[in-house]
T-cell receptor, first 114, second 111 residues
Framework: NAGVTQTPKFQVLKTGQSMTLQCAQD?????MYWYRQDPGMGLRLIYY???????DKGEVPNGYNVSRLNKREFSLRLESAAPSQTSVYFC?????????????FGEGSRLTVL | QKEVEQNSGPLSVPEGAIASLNCTYS??????FFWYRQYSGKSPELIMF????GDKEDGRFTAQLNKASQYVSLLIRDSQPSDSATYLC???????????FGGGTRLMVKP
């Protein structure tokens, strides 16, 4: 049972380069999320998709774009990477609604921007 | 002010002791709270969910919610070195469309 799968697990970019983080879930969840985690900051929501065909901004969306390709897949794109985007990125999917549903996380993608 | 606040720690307790982790929140309308555990280098996993005032127990874990004082706690009884991790408190935001996380408390259980 794969759950939530993210690729790549590690990536080093130079400032100005672009890249896409891929995420797929096999639990038939409607909602999917992209978080970033920085030391002492907890998890901050970048973008989310409450259902296939919809995407919305979270707390820190600047510098990112997302695509909900289908019910399974939700990708995060950095068009022009900046050192401030060095972070660990987690994709998650939710079972149920926000107030009661559990988040299932991928293993994370560690991104370094030089 | 961040909606969900936690002391970053580290909180150090001896093996077998009770570890007490606290979380305060700013929105009086918050109805439910989550505790996630995150081992170093790993992804968060849900360990407790609480939505009503009082205590909720699950094995060695007890979540306590006090809506009047706007705090939620996680108690870990008989702490084990394997409990050493960062514990993240989370609550739905005002609009109810996303989960807001605190900064996490790092717990160290020493043998």
């Amino acid at each position: 049972n794969a759950g939530v799968t993210q690729t790549p697990k590690f990536q080093v970019l130079k400032t100005g380069q672009s890249m896409t983080l891929q995420c797929a879930q096999d639990m038939n969840h409607n909602s999917m999320y992209w978080y970033r985690q920085d030391p002492g900051m907890g998890l901050r929501l970048i973008y989310y998709s409450a259902s296939e065909g919809t995407t919305d901004k979270g707390e820190v969306p600047n510098g990112y774009n997302v695509s909900r390709l289908n019910k399974r897949e939700f990708s995060l794109r950095l068009e022009s990477a900046a050192p401030s985007q060095t972070s660990v990125y987690f994709c998650a999917s939710r079972k149920g609604e926000v107030r009661t549903g559990e988040l299932f996380f991928g293993e994370g993608s560690r991104l370094t921007v030089l | 002010q961040k909606e969900v606040e936690q002391n970053s720690g580290p909180l150090s307790v001896p093996e077998g002791a009770i570890a007490s982790l606290n979380c305060t929140y700013s929105d009086r309308g918050s109805q439910s709270f989550f505790w996630y555990r995150q081992y170093s280098g790993k992804s968060p996993e849900l360990i407790m969910f609480i939505y009503s005032n009082g205590d909720k127990e699950d094995g060695r874990f007890t979540a306590q919610l006090n809506k009047a004082s706007q705090y939620v706690s996680l108690l870990i009884r008989d702490s084990q070195p394997s409990d050493s991790a960062t514990y993240l408190c989370a609550a739905p935001n005002n609009a109810g469309n996303m989960l807001t996380f605190g900064g996490g408390t790092r717990l160290m259980v020493k043998p």
